[in-house]
């Protein structure tokens, strides 16, 4: 097993990180989205390590993804979830699943961050029971007609493209969902930032749709398939998540390792006192093992190897480091840790969101130990794998 990133994944990663402490710190204090910001990165090719030439990318795979998503995540954590929307579940997962047409028409601009987008799963009354959903889809023949609500949706107050999960017959639960590609600039449409507690830099968003409209040909799979789009999706969303919570836990080691060495108690620096040694101890192997786990899920995608059950686990235990590393952070700084002074209480903020985004943790316990079980295997054989997009259409 060789553990070492190629050349080319370590010169993007250096470009990542040149970026990050160049254009994203100095601005941090400024919390709030930043569409210039993400201009520049999708213009830097950060979006589209996962994608063939031909749609704006550098085929370099999702383990650099993983690893670009990690260090702007290390910076600002709000903006690893654009990682989240121009590469994994909007943009990707059209090039998994549209027709080429679709494909052409969307993929290219998104992973260039020249159009904006968001994945709508979530309802006020459907969050991890995805085939509860509400949200209504009807073949009106020459077009498809969409009513209900989402809710929780990254990007919302800004998308220009949308991938939208609704379905035809509620009482065909998962069978009945459908996926479709819906443009936002259109009369009923309508959305509300929602207000939260971290990740300020990412607006998220009700959205309304009251009669809303797409074209037949933006159907992403078969009539009825949206189930095992939105499920390939969230495998696909979960290296970036997963990733993004790496990078948040590095951060607050970097500010905890800085603060220890300078923080002086007793006379002499707390990093000399055994009980901030095991914090930081704690924290680094957390962090450590989370990177390992995340970078092996999103290696084997690569591979087109099933990575169901190895990116579930990733998530979760990343989910978890970061919180532990956030907590330990806190505690190291003390009271500086507690005020808006210095960047701890913003890792603390952003750091919850980690175990409830794209499979809250409990899903994620839920879908491991089934697995481990026999009750139901995690790993689903693969309907699409990355080589079948480098070859021309």
Known sequence: MNFELNPEIKAIQKEARRFAVKEILPRLEADQFKRDLVSKMGELGFFGCAFPFRYGGSDLGFLAHSVVCEEISRADSGLRSLFNLQAATVAYTIMEWGTPEVRKKYVKDLVLARKLGCTCFSEPNAGSDLASMETQIEDRGDHFLLNGSKTWISNGTVAEVAVVYATYNRDLKHKGICAVVVETDQPGWSTRETPKLGDKSSPIAEIHLNGVTAPKKNLLGEWGEGFKVAMTALDRGRISVSSGAVGLAQACIDASVEYANKRVQFGKPI????????????????????????????????????????IAMAKYFAGEAVVKAAG??????????????????????????????????????????????????????????????????
């Open 271 to 310: 990093a000399q006192y055994q009980l901030v040694k095991g914090a930081i101890a704690e924290m680094v192997s957390f962090t450590e093992a989370a990177r390992l786990m995340v970078r092996r899920g999103a290696w084997m995608n690569d591979q087109d190897m099933p990575f169901s059950r190895e």
């Open 328 to 393: 330990l952070a806190m505690e190291i700084h003390g009271g500086m840790g507690y005020s808006l002074e210095l960047p701890v209480e913003k890792y603390y903020r952003d750091s919850k969101l980690y175990q409830i985004g794209e499979g809250t943790a409990n899903i994620m316990r839920l879908l491991i130990a089934d697995d481990a079980l026999g009750i139901k295997k995690a790993n689903r054989p693969r309907l699409h794998v990355p080589g079948e997009f480098r070859h021309p259409e």
